[in-house]
């Protein structure tokens, strides 16, 4: 039984002729650019009926289809179950989530493993989930180990949209962890130009954010040229997984020149302290980008 659906084009094939190409709205004037985000329609997201499955001890998150919005192995039900979600984290060898006020949001709260794993993990980040559909925060709570909001843990029931455009947001976070899906599980709910260059803004500097992206139809190139133009170009990719899933990393802030010997140093003491595959990662982001052989530039 194949539960993990959400596929996606080759990462590397698709990623690299992207740092060169140009929005269509390139070229337009500011006025014309502001009428543009003005008239951007965004997709109506879907509140289909909240599903579970479970398989091998694992329990599944659905929106009234097989396709799965996330996963919790119940003997682990603190851990990150999803090779996709754990690149998530990859963050984690760029920043550091002990730095003061150290501040994590996730964009669409799934089945709250990330949201969990951040607050349990690091005890003086604080960590925001935004989550629209009310009924995933509730499955969250009570089906998924989600606690209660304390002093570090803030759920809020809002779209996605609204919260990256509050300018009361702006530079305040240090990641953003971007999984936008609704039940079509077309593509990411939200993809546009203007939303990635909101995103961009929230984050302090030096920031990362990191988003789970779809494929198998044009979403992936699509959402790879429009992240690029909000980041200027400073964008990596992971090797896609489970048949399917492509995490990227954006970069906000002061350029990044590190050796890959520091890099997996860095992931082996990740991997010591958090249980995630950080060496793995340092592999998947060398071998899926291209011009970084002799060490990480962006």
Known sequence: MTLLKRKSIE?????RPARGARSPEDGRGARGAQ?????EKRMT??????????MDGVRYLHFGTEWVQGAMRLRKPDAIELEYAQQMMAWLLFLSPSAPEFHVTQLGLGAAALTKFCHRQ????????VELNPAVIIAGRSMFGLREDDERLTVREQDAWDYVMDGAHTGALDVLQVDLYDATARGPVLDTTAFYKACRRVLKAPGVMTINLFGDHDSFPKNIVRICEAFDNRVLVFPEVHD??????AFNGPAIDVSWDVLETRAKVLEDTTGLPAREWVKGLRAANANQEDGLRI
Do not use: H, Y
């Open 45 to 54: 997201p879907r509140f289909a009926p909240v599903t579970f499955s479970e």
């Open 122 to 129: 690091f005890s003086r980040a604080r960590v925001t989930a």
């Open 11 to 15: 990462a590397v094939a698709s990623r």
């Open 244 to 249: 399917g899933n492509v995490i990227a990393l």
């Open 35 to 39: 009428a543009a985000q003005r008239e």
